[in-house]
């Protein structure tokens, strides 16, 4: 997905012109093995100007650097938690019911395997 916001192609993506011009089918497939589908539209394909094309991507990148940083933010405070109770990463899985996988994950700050409400 990254790549899609950096204005990039995707890896694994096709035509989906039986919604309209310029929509994208994207397949995501994770580390699991489980695919998401994406349906992803450029507004200068739709007819946009170039000026409201520009300002419509505003607000959604907004939002992708605000999720970011709360997910952060939220991996932080986990982190420290688990470092003020001395906590192994096989005591946490317990406490939390998580795998030992999702709390080394945590650790680790990788925020692209989690959503906020999983992390909340």
């Given at each position: 997905m990254g790549k899609?916001?950096?204005g990039l192609e995707p890896a694994d993506w096709k035509p989906f012109d039986?919604?309209?011009a310029g929509i994208r089918k994207i397949r995501i497939r994770?580390?699991?093995g489980i695919y998401r589908v994406m349906y992803v539209a450029?507004?200068?394909e739709l007819g946009f100007t170039p000026a409201e094309a520009k300002r419509l991507q505003v607000a959604p990148r907004k939002q992708i650097n605000d999720t970011r940083l709360l997910k952060q933010q939220l991996m932080e405070e986990l982190?420290?938690?688990i470092a003020k109770h001395h906590l192994k990463q096989a005591e946490a899985?317990?406490?939390?019911m998580v795998s030992r996988p999702c709390v080394s994950d945590v650790v680790n700050k990788k925020t692209?395997?989690?959503t906020i409400d999983t992390l909340v």
């Open positions: 899609v916001q950096a039986d919604v309209g994770d580390a699991g450029k507004f200068l982190s420290i938690w899985t317990e406490i939390l692209a395997k989690f």
